[in-house]
């Protein structure tokens, strides 16, 4: 394994879920010095121990949102008219394209789950939105490891959810074994439960350790439940604002806009919920920037 990156802890951040009641959630990514890792652009992590998660509908743009659940049910509703509950060790994914609305609501007490996303391809940011409920997902096995591939491939183990670019998504509950990695592929790792030695430090829930380019393998020693994430570097500049993701001021402030205006011929209409919709913050007085991709030296 040459010129491998040297792992580097990024703290997650408390912040208020917006049409959430009195809902706060731990926000792994974005981070200013790491905007994207592979296509993933955003995490969250909710509870554990919310004990009602209500998202009203609101919109997306430029990005698939991949809902994990840990602990807990989650009724997912959107406007290509899905209406499907989702219960740990199920993936949702929903590919915004050029426009899609979702509600997310708790059915059960107790949740715990990550949200993410992954952007877009800019050849992609146009296609039709579509959703995927996948209530079977393949196995990763080797001493010590047992996977769940929600999203890409791990070894020669490959989800059947759709991606636009190389990545992978999994949950590894982990004794002590090793695991494949690709040399061209930046990735993280995100504690659930336990606590986890990876790249010769330990890691316990709360930050996301880097672990960057360069490694064909990687040992974890638990007992643990761990989440990897990783994918190629991904090349663009991302504008990211709320619930959207695009490449300019002027492609977030169009969706805003047409989000605000009720235009159902981008954003369509999700049923069940009436009138009720989580309104547009309202936009800085400034142009928004691309968050610039940092130089990562390998």
Known sequence: MSNVTSPEFFE???????GVRGVKVDRVLPQRELPTLGAWCFLDQFGPGIAEMIVLPHPHIGLQTVTWPLAGEIRHRDSVGSDVVLRPGQLNLMTSGRGVAHSEVSLTGGVHALQLWVALPADATQIDPGFEH???LPNFRSEGIDALVFMGALGDVESHATTYTPLVGAQIDVTEGTIPLRPDFEYGVLVIDGSVRVADVELKPGPLLYLGTGRDEIT???PARVVLL?????????VMWW???GRSHDEILAARE???NQDTTRFGTVAGHGSDRIPAPVLPNLRLKPRKQPSRQQ
């Open 12 to 18: 997650a951040r408390e912040v208020p879920l917006g």
């Open 258 to 260: 047409q989000w605000e």
């Open 230 to 238: 990783g994918g190629l570097p991904f090349p663009d500049d991302l």
């Open 134 to 136: 996948h209530a079977q």
């Open 220 to 222: 974890l020693a638990g």
């Open 243 to 245: 619930n959207f993701v």
